[in-house]
């Protein structure tokens, strides 16, 4: 889909390019369109699209450094300001993951995991865990406060949210 001209990737793309030198992207589909916004296309290991976790796994399996920023390809409004305080968490020392939080609400697909976690997080997939949410609260996530009214967390994933943010009329979280 795309959102003001462009697709959803690239407006991603634009805005941490510029901050890493080993951007990969899970996909299970479409490599050679994602290709040209990646440094390199990872997929899943199992079948059937088995849901975020396991394209999780697949990234940090492949990721050359020791932290990964995760972000959907399907919230094309984030910005490099968010994407920086994310990554001050770096700079705080600690090992614990990070999530990004509205209100009661944590967001794990913006955010920013140790690779020290891959092996917990295959464990838990070997043992049938599916939740992203639930590993990293499990690893004592640490929450950067995003207020509910953000949407440059909003996912445009279905054509009505993604015509009320071309039109700016979109809503926000409650």
Same mark, same amino acid.
């Given at each position: 889909?795309? !959102?003001?001209?462009?697709? !959803?990737?690239?407006?991603?793309?634009?805005?941490?390019?510029? #901050?890493?030198?080993?951007?990969?992207?899970?996909?299970?589909?479409?490599?050679?369109?994602?290709?040209?916004?990646?440094?390199?296309?990872?997929?899943?290991?199992?079948?059937?699209?088995?849901?975020?976790?396991?394209?999780?796994?697949?990234?940090?399996?492949?990721?050359?450094?020791?932290?990964?920023?995760?972000?959907? $390809?399907?919230?094309?409004?984030?910005?490099?300001?968010?994407?920086?305080?994310?990554?001050?968490?770096?700079?705080?020392?600690?090992?614990?993951?990070?999530?990004?939080? &509205?209100?009661? &609400?944590?967001?794990?697909? !913006?955010?920013?995991?140790?690779?020290?976690?891959?092996? +917990? #997080?295959?464990?838990?997939?070997?043992?049938?865990?599916?939740?992203?949410?639930?590993?990293?609260?499990?690893?004592?996530?640490?929450?950067?406060? $995003?207020? $509910?009214?953000?949407?440059?967390? &909003?996912?445009?994933?279905?054509?009505?949210?993604?015509?009320?943010?071309?039109?700016?009329?979109?809503? +926000?979280?409650?």
């Amino acid at each position: 889909m795309l !959102f003001r001209g462009k697709p !959803f990737i690239a407006h991603i793309h634009a805005v941490v390019r510029e #901050l890493t030198d080993d951007l990969i992207i899970s996909c299970n589909r479409n490599q050679a369109v994602y290709a040209t916004y990646s440094d390199r296309c990872v997929s899943d290991s199992v079948d059937g699209y088995p849901g975020p976790l396991a394209g999780v796994i697949a990234g940090l399996e492949q990721a050359r450094h020791a932290w990964m920023l995760v972000l959907p $390809c399907d919230a094309p409004l984030v910005d490099q300001a968010l994407v920086r305080a994310m990554l001050a968490h770096l700079g705080k020392g600690l090992g614990y993951p990070l999530m990004l939080r &509205q209100g009661s &609400q944590w967001q794990p697909m !913006f955010s920013l995991l140790p690779k020290a976690l891959l092996p +917990t #997080l295959e464990a838990a997939w070997a043992a049938g865990e599916r939740s992203l949410l639930r590993l990293l609260l499990a690893a004592r996530a640490k929450g950067l406060p $995003c207020s $509910c009214q953000d949407l440059r967390l &909003q996912n445009l994933n279905s054509p009505e949210v993604l015509l009320a943010a071309q039109s700016g009329t979109i809503e +926000t979280r409650p």
